[in-house]
Every structure is written in structure tokens, then in C-alpha cells.
């Protein structure tokens, strides 16, 4: 219910009626898509289902939806930003907002560009994707036990494509790591949170719990991130959400160079995808990695398919 | 001695009215400053802090002087509450609601009205500029209540002083 009321608190009140009630209905919800001139969309789960014109809940039927005209999504983008997009203005340029209770807001408009590939801000906003944040507690109990070996902590990278649940599985990884587990007592995390995906910090405050140990670094590029953390929070394990540039590798390189655990997220089907991706291929070498975890999503729910140990062997 | 009494009440009542008169029109002066400086930190914090705008009254809130204190420290209240109710909307209605301790004048309070809808600006430049163009327009309006109150606010008081004591004279 409390996820309803967040939800619900981001639209203004001439629609806010309609999106209560269809939030209470909407079961597993993922995410709604908001276009302009489009009827509003709901995912939960693996299914589809519309905001229904006349305020009666949802529909399945397009035609039944409720179509937001230019001013509704203005006004929703405006409630969402309290009526400052300068203060997001950061954000912004990232394509996404982080609002209250950790969920995310994409925006789709008019990229206004600085230089040659630089973006300044996105104005005249067409579309917004709230993406629900989850904190599934518990849902990280069963790698627990690959990743603890005489009580100490295995690096581990977890690979599945987006939207199986890799952000979700490491949060409450960090979590459990942080406040101790059965396998291992707690320890220092530090967490680059990038995009603001795992902390779901606003305005600086996570919202979302990473654990008793936890020192987040908020919207900060990983690379740098990572050597703030080493020089001024001593973790004891640094998390990173999608690990991508050449220069994400080199300082993840330093940080275990340093004695530092790692948790990492990567894109990619299974271990061949990480294999033959070229950027990836020094830390294989190096084998800086004791774990990898495969995610699959299967009926629209999301699983650990496969554990490896650092020679991809099945554990 | 009735005579006397009344005459007296009559003479300190034309009086009081002259000075408060001059008092109201100071008082006037005294607020628009009050307002023009509580904008001032609403557009620091806009400026230096990118701080949203109801983080900003709230700040704001903090330093500035009555009654304009009350009424930020409201409109951040009211915004962090979220009932859905849109910032202009927020800002207009807490100021209607100081309204009644406030000494300006119509426009003036439009003025400031007008403030609350020149929000959702993308560009925090863009935001600040808003704000400093009301407290410029305000800085006119302070001239302007200046002129009145050296001319108005010095006479008021002899002038109704003097009203007072010819009434007197004709009604004894």
C-alpha cells in the first residue's frame, strides 16, 4: 500500500483519484509508460494493462484507455520535479529523474544538445516511464552461500539482459553483505550508485535500505566514484551497477589491486555474452572474479539460472 | 467638563489617525523591502544551492522577516505534504492567507501573486531571472511608496491634527 501512496503522490490532484484506484489493482506493477496523445500503460509482471478512460480501474482494450493530452503530461512532469527542473537539471541530462521511495522517471522530448554530444536538457517532455523500484528482501539468500568461502567474501559478478531483476538481486546482495549474513559478518560496502538505481537517493537521502555499513556515493561516475570510495571510505567491498567504459574496468582493476571485494552487474545473456565482450576480457584474465550468476527471467519471474566459479565451471 | 473631554478625545483621535496613516504607509515600505529580500534568498538558493523551490522558501522561510517567514515556511509545508495541489496554486493561496497583515497595495500583492506561476523553468538561470525581475519591479515600488510617504506620511499627521482641532472649534 505504501508503494501505491508513492506512486499515486507523483501525479497532480486532477488525476490523482484515477491513478489510486488503478494502482491498487495493478498487481506486480513494473512500470507506466506516459506518452502524449497515447493511452496510459501499466506493466505488471509480464502483462499489459491500460488506465481506463471513464476511472474504473484498468482495461486491456487500447481503445478504453485514458489518452494524456500535452498539458497532463506538463502538469505530471512539473508535480514530479516540484515545479524545479533546474534542480534536476544533472539528471535530466541523463534522461531520468529519481523521485521519492527510489523510483525512477525516464523522460522522452526535444534533447536541446551542448557541442556535438553533449546533452544541455530535454524540454517539450512527451513521455515518462515511472519505473517502480523494488526491494525484495531476501531475494539474494540463495547466492549467499557460492559467495562466501571460510567466512571471507568472493568477488562475484551477476550478468543477465535488463529487466531480470539484476539491480533488485544486487541491492539486497549490498544489503546483506553490509549487516552480515549466516556465511560471513558484516562489512564495509561501498556503492557507486550512478544512476541512482540502487541507494534511490533524493535530494542526497537514500531511500532504499543498503545496510547498517553502507556509504554511498550518489550519481557519481563509477570510475571516479570507486577511487573516492578507496581513498576516503576504506570499504571492505565496492558494488557497481552496470559496468560499462574502458575506464569502469581500469578503476575496478585498482580497487581489487587494493584487497577490496567486489559486486558487479553487467549486461549480457549468459558467461559467453562477458566472454567475447572485449572490455571485459582483462578482468577474466586476471580472473579478478571467484563468482559469476546468471539471471534469467522465465513467466515473468525473475532467477538465479546458473552460478560459475572463476573458471566458469558450475558451482 | 463633557465639553472639554470630548473636544480632547476629538483632537487625540484626528491625531492618532494622521499618525497611523504614516505609520501604514512606512509599514508598506518596510514590507516590500522585507519582500524584495526574502526573494533575494529565494534566488540565491536557486542560483547557488539548484535547491527546488519549496526547499528554497523553506530556507528562505528561516531568514526572512515576518510575515513573509510564516508564509514560505507554509508553501514548503504545504509542497512537501503533497496533496497534489500545484505550486502556483500553493503559493497564491498562503499568500492570500497573510494577506490581512500585509500593508501593500493591490498591484503589489499581484505582484508577488504572479511570482508563483513563473516556475518550471528548466534552466535555473531562467528561474532566477524571474525572481530577480520581481524584486526589480519591487525596487520601483518602494521609489514610489518612498515619494508617497515623504509627501503624505510628513503631512498626515498636522494635517489630521488640524482637521481635528477646526472640528473641534466648530462643534463647541
Redo the contacts between chains.
Sequence with gaps: MERVEEIARLFPDFLRPLWQDALRRAEGLREIRLRMGRPALLRCGGSEWFLRKDGCGLTRKPQEGLCLREREIEAVWNHICGYSPYAYEDEIRQGYLTVPGGHRVGLAGQVVQEGRDAVRTIRHISGLNIRVSRQIFGAADGLLPYLYEERQFRNVMLISPPGCGKTTLLRDLIRQVSDGNRYGAGRTVGVVDERSELAGSYLGKAQNDLGMRTDVMDACPKALGMLLLLRSMSPDVIAVDELGGEADVRALEDAACSGVGLMVTVHGAGTEDIRRRAILQALLQKRLFDRFAVLTRTGGVCRIAAVYDGAFRPC | MLRLAGALLLCGGSLGYGLLTRYGLRLRIRQLRQAQEALRLIESE?SYG??????ACRTAGSRAAQPYAAFLCRVYEE?RE???????CIWQRQLDAIRPRLQLSAGEIGLLKDLGAC?????????AASLRQTREELERQICAAEQESAGRGRSAPFLAAAAGMMLTLLLW
Design positions: 536557486v539548484k535547491a527546488p523551490l519549496a526547499l509542497s503533497n496533496a497534489g495541489t500545484e505550486f502556483p516556475s518550471g523553468y528548466a534552466d535555473g538561470r531562467m528561474q
